[in-house]
């Protein structure tokens, strides 16, 4: 009998970019589809308590996606909201959770979580020594409360909760909205516009000097799912792919892998955000197997070719 055998399943955000792919790794690591249960947004607002009870009876195992999230143009313009959502539909969902009587929770935490200066590579050691970087430290902040959740309620009250820390994810399905949209979506949507349009040249934010590492999200998957199985322990883990690259350097593979020949312009009053972000991704493969596949410049072509096919198909 496998683990997921007859296991009812919660996954929130499920509808989402990730939780969608999560879906699809349940299902073929063994999941039956019929267990695996999906709050639809519309219906069951997870900021209330009344909803996190609901959603949570009968179940065995909660993944908790839900989020609200976006890159630095949203953190900018809503810290407050970013903060407050995030930190109570978390500590609604764990605390309902454990007065149901799941067995195990798994909270996904956020790179945005360590410190500004913390040194590369990231290790999970290092997530509290200092404040994360400025522009989205509300939302960092608000998922490390998790951890802290999951560590106190594993003390106190035996709690199965485990705590990972992905990496910026990027792949099909991703949001591309602008407003919201993190750095490979919004590039892909802004080079796809100035060939579209016959633009000249394209602006791109801050210096480059930025470095960023970047996580498939079938990928992710994977890695969430192995940890759900197999992972019972009380550190933080980090998910990632364990490489770093230039803003620069990225801003002009998507401008060559997308055949732009423009100019690009860098506007330095907009902020780079955090110096540099790359993880150390031992202790997963250590503790659950998990270790990134797909080659950095491939993923970004199956993400071009989702966006550009649903641009045809409007």
Not at 10 to 35: C, P, Q, Y
Not at 86 to 95: D, P, T
Not at 275 to 303: I, N
Request: proline letters at 4%; aromatic letters at 10%; one cysteine or more.
């Amino acid at each position: 009998m496998g683990y997921w055998d007859g296991k009812r399943i919660l996954v929130t955000g499920g509808a989402g970019f990730l939780g969608s792919f999560v879906i699809e790794r349940l299902v073929k690591s063994g999941a039956d589809r019929s267990n695996i249960l999906i709050p639809k947004i519309e219906e069951i607002d997870l900021r209330k308590w009344e909803s996190c009870l609901k959603v949570v009876r009968d179940v065995d195992l909660v993944i908790h996606l839900a989020a609200t999230v976006g890159g630095i143009g949203l953190n900018r313009e809503i810290p407050g909201t970013l903060f407050y959502d995030n930190a109570i539909m978390g500590i609604q969902m764990m605390e309902a959770a454990r007065q149901c009587g799941v067995g195990k929770f798994v909270a996904l935490g956020t790179i945005c979580a360590y410190p500004k200066f913390t040194p590369v590579p990231f290790k999970e050691e290092n997530l509290w020594n200092g404040y994360p970087e400025e522009t989205n430290a509300p939302y960092g902040l608000a998922k490390k409360m998790l951890l802290v959740q999951a560590q106190a309620y594993r003390a106190q009250f035996g709690f199965n909760a485990i705590f990972l820390l992905p990496v910026n994810l990027y792949g099909p399905r991703d949001n591309f909205n602008p407003r919201s949209s993190h750095v490979v979506p919004a590039l892909i949507v802004k080079f796809a516009e100035a060939k579209a349009k016959g633009l000249k040249q394209v602006i791109a934010w801050g210096t480059g000097n930025a470095s960023r590492e970047f996580l498939y999200v079938e990928d992710a998957a994977e890695g969430i799912v192995l940890a759900a199985e197999k992972y019972n322990g009380s550190e933080p883990v980090n998910i990632g792919a364990g490489f770093e690259i230039k803003i620069f350097d990225l801003v002009k593979l998507i401008a060559d892998l997308m055949d732009y020949r423009g100019e690009i312009v860098w506007d330095h009053t907009k902020p780079d955000g955090q110096p540099r972000r790359m993880l150390d991704v031992t202790r997963a493969e250590k503790l659950f197997g998990f270790k990134a596949k797909t080659h950095f410049e491939e993923g970004l072509r199956k993400t071009i070719d989702w966006y550009l096919s649903q641009q045809k198909s409007k």
